[in-house]
């Protein structure tokens, strides 16, 4: 074999990793009428809880810090193990999904995990006031595999302002100075191949365990990353094409986390989210199309279940789920 046959072969590989996956996917999510289904069973069938029917729904676990990383050397420190002394974005995941099984013993059908994280900080800047974890105030909360804060080694309160830090902004999430870089796109928009990968991880361990998983394009915080909406836009194409390319059902679209508190891009707040919706919706792979929505923060959301004459739902959009 000649060394351009060879570096074509060893290539192939690489170019074409999604042979198969439509044949050895496990986990389906769908939905009839108002309710979930997974593998074509409705979820938590026949049961309620105080009174109110719980069949049909999706209910899940918080978890949205599975595939972080901090980006930012100037803030990297605060995410450090107690036991080695340093952030292993590589160990959080493979202990979150050595956690996985437990969550579903326990009868968790579905989890949300994010491409841009949540906030680990929650203290300072917008979106404050819903209540600070005391555990939480000092900003030094690394996500541990079960979705919680640990304390790290980082000074008590939050980190005093710094003139000009990288990712340093007005307002936002977290502790007052640097910010933390933690997003699985880049400024224009392409998606970072080490997060992926490990998201990868986690999707396919979910579609083994038969769980839902809810993946979540941007977070508050995190969206002002991207340089215009032009790069939004194509993170939304480019999320939601390589979900299909791996031929993943059993995953549910956020566009944003609760789109109506401090997104810096217009396109991700409530009076556009929803071209973004359809997006997503406008993608397809042999005719299948993802379920995609988005959120809005605390009593604002509400849907037919709770609103049986209203039309639409306010959390999740007519023109998503």
Not at 14 to 30: C, E, H, I, N
Not at 74 to 87: C, F, G, I, L, Q
Not at 132 to 137: I, S, V
Not at 265 to 282: A, W
Request: glycine share 12%; aromatic share 8%.
């Amino acid at each position: 074999m000649d060394r351009r046959t060879f570096l074509t072969t060893a290539a192939l590989p690489a170019l074409y990793p999604l042979r198969g996956f439509a044949q050895t996917r496990r986990t389906d999510v769908s939905i009839r009428g108002d309710a979930f289904y997974i593998n074509g069973r409705l979820t938590y069938a026949g049961r309620t809880f105080n009174g109110k029917r719980i069949e049909g729904l999706v209910m899940n676990i918080r978890v949205v810090q599975g595939i972080f990383d901090d980006l930012n050397p100037e803030t990297a420190s605060r995410w450090v193990y107690p036991d080695t002394k340093r952030w292993d974005p590589e160990r959080n995941t493979k202990e979150f999904v050595a956690a996985m099984p437990d969550w579903k013993s326990h009868g968790v059908l579905a989890f949300t995990i994010n491409l841009q994280g949540g906030s680990p900080g929650f203290a300072g800047g917008r979106g404050r006031g819903r209540g600070t974890p005391p555990a939480e105030a000092g900003g030094a909360v690394p996500p541990d595999a079960a979705g919680r804060g640990v304390p790290a080694a980082a000074p008590e309160g939050n980190p005093p302002a710094a003139p000009q830090g990288r990712g340093e902004r007005g307002g936002g999430r977290g502790p007052t100075g640097p910010q933390l870089e933690n997003s699985a796109i880049d400024p224009d928009g392409n998606l970072r191949p080490a997060y992926m990968a490990r998201l990868q991880k986690i999707l396919d361990k979910a579609d083994e365990l038969g769980m839902v998983a809810i993946v979540g394009f941007f977070y508050f915080g995190q969206d002002q990353r991207l340089k215009d909406e032009a790069a939004v836009r194509r993170a939304v194409l480019n999320a939601t094409n390589w979900i299909l390319d791996h031929r993943y059902r059993n995953v549910l679209v956020e566009v944003n986390n609760e789109c109506n508190i401090a997104y810096d891009h217009d396109i991700l707040k409530p009076p556009r989210v929803t071209e973004l919706i359809q997006l997503v919706q406008n993608q397809s792979r042999d005719g299948r199309r993802l379920l995609v929505s988005t959120s809005f923060g605390g009593t604002t959301s509400g849907g037919q279940r709770d609103h049986p004459g209203q039309e639409g739902d306010r959390c999740l959009t007519p023109t998503g789920w």
